[in-house]
């Protein structure tokens, strides 16, 4: 019939639903995905099991010898039914996986390439980056500098054509827990491009980025950032002489550890650096982690609330490690990483010829209100920051140490009045 056309008509007027586009992922994280839900949903069949066991067994034995046909039958039953249920919550997520990654290839972007994707893998490698690493698992992250959000191959040649201009000063920036190297420019539209560029517009820094799987022991970061950072000072296109340090949270005690093990083993970068920043750095301690150390602790005394405390259990050794701020491998080997409440930290000599530095955050303006006492930055307290306790001392100087008030934990990372403070310290 003359006039018509197939397909359906459009409605004018109305705008076209957008596309939802995910991150794009290669073949080998599709099917590690699906491994992983498959493990974790398992997980979640076992600890029902494990519940349903524990209150079970409390009737039996409330019941005494003459239940206990009743419970050889309940028991087999119970385990058998639990046991398909687990197999089959397991197998349809890693089906689906295996599915889906037949349809990829493993030569286009990793999920770590795309904004989206890195801030996934930041959060799963936080909180159990140091199974994925065991597991040998393509989620895991690896440490790398990286500058405008790309890896940094630290070969001179590539170095020169990255930086045509290198000078003789490097700043690098050490994110926290759970973050990636774009966290730096946090609000960049409101609070300013952020403290790398404003250093290279100020003072003449190259900034250069970390990102690192926040789930390993922060030792194990330590000592390789130590590794990578000596790379780095061998490729760099000049002589470097003078290296600053930034560390947000957990980054401030990467770059202790860092400095420590960098020293030890005779680095020769650690001759070059000139300062170290540690922002709301937990040297003491975090409160949450504590708090769910004690919390696990509490439920594992009891049967039918363990399966519970073995799920809190699952966080990683980088979370574990802020408990009380441990940066060197004898601060958690050969101990139970879930001991109730137990400080085993050793405050390490800070680097000598290099200046360290602490900023703490307050939510009330000033730092003695009780509110400011009590939260702190919402994460981390005013002694823990300044690594000044009562048992223990990080060995900040009065003078390089800085408050301010009225910021979150995360205002740190981007915002002018830490970084004016940063500059001065510089300057002086």
């Known amino acids: 019939m003359a006039g018509l056309t197939t397909g359906k008509p459009e409605r004018p007027g109305l705008p076209s639903a957008p596309a ?3 991150p794009a992922m290669r073949s080998s994280e599709m099917r590690a995905i699906g491994e992983l839900a498959g493990r974790t949903l398992a997980g979640a ?10 209150v079970s067994g409390r009737a039996f034995n409330a019941v005494g010898p003459g239940g206990a046909p009743a419970r050889v039958v309940h028991d087999g039953v119970a385990q058998t039914l639990y046991g398909g249920v687990r197999t089959a919550l397991a197998a349809l997520p890693r089906g ?13 972007p990793a999920l770590a390439q795309s904004p989206r994707g890195s801030l996934a893998l930041a959060a799963l490698n936080a909180y159990m980056g140091d199974a994925l ?3 040998d698992s393509p989620l895991a992250l690896a440490m790398t500098l990286r500058h405008r959000g790309s890896d940094l191959p630290l070969q001179p040649k590539a170095l020169s054509r990255a930086f045509p201009d290198a000078g003789p000063r490097v700043a690098i920036f050490v994110h926290g827990l759970g973050e990636t190297d774009a966290s730096w420019r946090l609000r960049a539209d409101a609070q300013g491009p952020g403290y790398g560029a404003c250093l290279r ?15 390993l022991h922060i030792s194990d970061n330590g000592r390789s950032l130590a590794a990578l950072v000596e790379e780095l000072h061998e490729a760099w296109p000049v002589a470097i002489e003078e290296i600053v340090i930034v560390g947000h949270s957990m980054g401030g005690l990467v770059a202790r550890s860092a400095c420590h093990y960098g020293s030890a083993e005779a680095h020769a970068w650690t001759s070059a650096v000139r300062h170290v920043f540690c922002l709301g750095s937990p040297h003491l301690g975090a409160p949450l982690e504590k708090s769910v150390n004690a919390l696990g602790w509490a439920l594992g005394r009891v049967p039918e609330t363990r399966p519970l405390a073995n ?7 980088g979370i574990k490690d802020l408990r009380y701020g441990a940066c060197v491998e004898e601060d958690w080997c050969d101990c139970d990483p879930d001991e109730l409440l137990t400080d085993r930290c050793h405050d390490v000599p800070l680097l000598p010829g290099a200046h360290f530095y602490f900023v703490a955050a307050t939510l009330s303006r000033r730092r003695g209100d009780p509110l400011g006492a009590i939260l702190g930055d919402l994460l981390v307290r005013v002694p823990s920051a300044s690594g000044e306790g009562r048992k223990r001392k990080v060995g900040f100087a009065i003078e390089d140490g800085h408050h301010v008030g009225g910021l979150t934990h995360f205002d740190l990372l981007n915002h002018p009045a830490v970084y004016d403070q940063i500059r001065a310290w510089i300057e002086r």
């Open 20 to 22: 939802i586009r995910f």
């Open 201 to 215: 517009r100020d003072l003449g820094h190259t900034p250069l980025e970390l990102r690192y799987n926040t789930g």
């Open 96 to 108: 689906a996986g295996s599915a889906v990654a037949r349809s990829a290839h493993d030569e286009g």
């Open 45 to 54: 069949g076992t600890m029902v099991r494990d519940l349903h066991m524990a």
């Open 311 to 317: 799920l809190l259990g699952v966080r990683s050794a």
């Open 133 to 135: 690493v065991a597991g």
